[in-house]
């Protein structure tokens, strides 16, 4: 019997060369295929993954590089700071696969860039790729004009754009509101008083 964690599918040892767009979007298919062979209709339910029907025609679109903001580097941050200097690239990507039917965000594929090849790392927790993809639909964006960034410590995701942060989450977090553009500095400054007071207990 195949065992799910309760948001997130772990699929490794497959691999492929980090040469391109080209070879994300295969590793990426090949996950999906995965994914489709992994989910039976018996399986299916209650494990935050797509049905087998769902999965059959799903697509693939770009691959979002992630960057993140440390702990550290935002408990340091002050108004002075260049906030492009504390969000940092990291090699790793997600890849959104979306319905055949209507285009929704259906599942995520996470990939991790190591020593050069990319490795499936996660599938399965779409929500903050279903909230960036609907917020870039509807503000027009096109996708190199966004970019992903997290904040691990407290698994916040934002899309940014310019100087400007959307917290990508239904819920507002230490007064940022959910889906709304708001000034990169600012989104800074009201998470910096949340960073100093962290504990280091799990979140």
């Known amino acids: 019997m195949k065992t799910y964690s309760i948001l997130i599918l772990l699929v490794t040892g497959i691999i492929f060369s980090a040469s391109g767009q080209d070879d994300l979007q295969r590793v990426a298919q090949q996950a999906v295929e995965d994914l489709r062979q992994l989910v039976s209709k018996e399986e299916f ?5 797509p049905s087998p029907d769902a999965l059959a025609n799903a697509r693939t679109g770009n ?17 002075q700071t260049d906030p492009n200097r504390i969000i940092k690239e990291i090699g790793r990507v997600t890849v959104p696969v979306t319905s055949a039917v209507d285009s929704r965000v ?3 594929i996470e990939l991790d860039r190591n020593n050069e090849k990319w490795q499936i790392g996660e599938l399965g927790n779409q929500q903050y790729m279903r ?11 096109r996708p190199e004009d966004a970019r992903l960034v997290r904040v691990p410590t407290f698994n916040l995701y934002f899309l940014a754009t310019g100087e400007r ?20 500095r600012e989104v800074l400054r009201l998470l910096v008083p949340v960073a100093q007071s962290y504990n280091g207990l799990p979140w």
Do not use: F
């Open 165 to 184: 942060m959307a917290l990508l989450s239904d819920q507002a977090y230490a007064d940022i509101p959910p889906r709304e553009l708001q000034a990169t």
């Open 106 to 108: 259906i599942a995520t």
């Open 45 to 49: 339910g209650g494990k935050n993954l």
């Open 63 to 79: 691959a979002v590089m992630h960057h993140v903001i440390e702990l550290e580097a935002l408990r340091s941050y002050t108004p």
């Open 131 to 141: 909230i960036y993809e609907e917020l870039r639909q509807q503000l027009d964006l």
